[in-house]
């Protein structure tokens, strides 16, 4: 969001806060990647999202906004382990953004008069992120050594909050959800081991997967999950998986090519904003070439912090290094 923000002179803390401002920021947007980036696909429609900062909101973390910023996650709430004792499971309608992000869709519903769809906001953020958000990074992964089974029962508190929510998202809506999505930038290689992954976040993915009824259908992380992709290629449902920079590539391609559809990001500063035409077209050559043969797309990267001029550039070199490698 803070990409176009920039682009449009879009105040984001009004775009949080208003209703009617979201829904006119959102339309701006999509005229903007229609126009200006020449986006050719099928634009979905206006899309209701606080970004990281949603699930954490719903336990009571505050949520910082800025102006020039999408929403940052709130300090963790979780010091001790009784301050897990007075959480309670998260109110579909009270807790969090969660009465802002209604009021977000009542008005867009009322002032696009279902010319386009319009659509709610989802719980993406595993289990494992999410208590990373409560608790914090470093405690949480000394409590996976001293207070394992502290970390257990904070993680299947946070699944069945997400079951909970799943629900009455769906009876709100009328609409079944039949998979679910795991943003998971918080599993990485440098920071925990395989073993921390499988025993304190693949568990409790597992069990989401067995409540939607076609499973997870994409694992995102913007880490590196390169030692843990046998264990992530086991999640039930699962078809896409994003593969950032800091994952091997090759290496993702040689254990899984043939079952996935891979969402392989650049590096936004090094890849676009830091280059020229030629080497940006060297770089993606070699991810097409490393690609090849499997079912893949190509990602610039979040790029808030690339000029518009490099984004252009970019886009236009990639579509013509896509059509050759289809030839």
Known sequence: MASFAKNLNIDL?????????????????????HEEILDD???????????????????????TFKSDRDPWVGKPIIKTEEDLE???????????????????????????????PVFFERWDRSP????????????LLKDTDQNPDFVQKLLTFITESRIRWERERQAFLGVKTERGFLYNDEVHARVMS??????????YEKKLADFYPKGIF?????????????????????????????????????????NFVFEKRMDPLSDLERCDTKT????????????????MELDPGPIQDVSLQKI???????????KSELK
């Not at 900062?53 to 336990?59: G, K, P, Q, R, V």
């Not at 395989?194 to 568990?203: D, K, L």
């Not at 995102?220 to 046998?230: Q, V």
Request: some cysteine; proline content about 4%; charged content about 25%.
């Open 41 to 63: 696909r099928v634009l979905g429609g206006i899309v209701i999202t606080f970004g990281e900062a949603f699930e954490s909101s719903l336990f009571g973390a505050e949520p």
């Open 86 to 116: 007075t959480l309670n499971y998260p109110d579909f309608y009270e807790s969090g953004v969660m009465p802002k992000i209604l009021e977000v869709y009542d008005t867009a519903e009322r002032m696009v008069e279902h010319k386009i």
């Open 312 to 322: 252009k550039a970019w886009i236009n070199i990639a579509r013509k290094a896509i």
């Open 194 to 203: 395989p073993r921390v992954y499988e025993v304190f976040a693949h568990s």
């Open 128 to 139: 494992w992120g999410v208590a990373v958000h409560l608790r914090g990074l470093r405690k």
């Open 280 to 295: 940006m077209e060297r770089k993606i050559k070699e991810v097409l070439k490393t690609g090849r043969g499997t079912s």
């Open 13 to 33: 803390i009004d775009h949080y806060q208003k209703p009617e401002k979201y829904v006119e920021d959102s339309l701006k947007i999509l005229r903007f990647q």
């Open 218 to 258: 994409y694992f995102h992380s913007c880490g590196d999950i390169t030692p843990f992709l046998d264990t992530i290629a086991t999640i039930r449902g699962l078809r896409r998986l994003h593969i950032s920079p800091a994952t091997d590539f090759r290496t993702a391609v040689q254990k899984l090519g043939s």
